[in-house]
């Protein structure tokens, strides 16, 4: 998948600024696709120049102007294309794993430290995905909401980050805690 391919999904709903873009980013689509505002901006400006979004200038009394973007027919055209390209497995790259492939041979003290950073760091992810869930649903249950909402894609794709961060958060905290059962079994031995 391309940045490209990120934008023009989040440009599908509404027209976005940069800036507002860059937001949507970081609360849904950063769970999936990591991006900084910089490189949003740069996209946006060849989306545009290849006719796959459209720009217009906003004129605002107290602040600066803004461009507001929007996904074109080819735009969505190029989106069409892309979903019916076979979609490539992805892999785990992380430093982390690293680390943990390692722990035989390091302090345990540190990867510990580690992986209860990582574990607090995805618990915090956990909360947020659960928030923005609840706030998509309104006061319907989930599978309501599934059934009968307006549009579920940015559901699924928040619930997928849920699961993901869930998965990290359990991971780190059982490895921890083997880590630390392994050391405290050797320094008993020794």
Not at 129 to 158: K, V
Not at 177 to 182: F, K, Q
Request: aromatic share 8%; hydrophobic share 45%.
């Amino acid at each position: 998948m391309a940045l490209r391919h990120a934008v023009l999904a989040a440009l599908l709903d509404e027209e976005l600024s940069g800036y507002q873009l860059a937001k949507a980013f970081d609360l849904g689509v950063a769970n999936f696709w990591h991006a900084l505002p910089q490189q949003l901006y740069a996209e946006l400006a060849k989306l545009e120049k290849e006719g796959l979004v459209a720009g217009r200038e906003v004129v605002q009394d107290t602040r600066p102007n803004k461009r507001l973007f929007q996904v074109t027919d080819a735009g969505l055209a190029e989106l069409q294309r892309f979903a019916a390209t076979a979609a490539k497995p992805s892999f785990i790259r992380d430093d982390l794993l690293v680390a943990v492939q390692a722990a035989d041979h390091l302090d345990p003290g540190v990867v510990v430290a580690q992986l209860t950073e990582r574990a607090a760091f995805a618990e915090a992810k956990v909360e947020l995905f659960g928030a923005l869930l609840r706030g998509m649903r309104g006061d319907r249950g989930e599978e309501e909401f599934l059934l009968r909402g307006a549009r579920i894609g940015p559901y699924l794709t928040c619930r997928r980050g849920l699961d993901f961060e869930r998965a990290n958060r359990d991971w780190c905290r059982r490895t921890a805690a083997v880590l630390l059962e392994r050391q405290a079994a050797a320094r008993a031995e020794g």
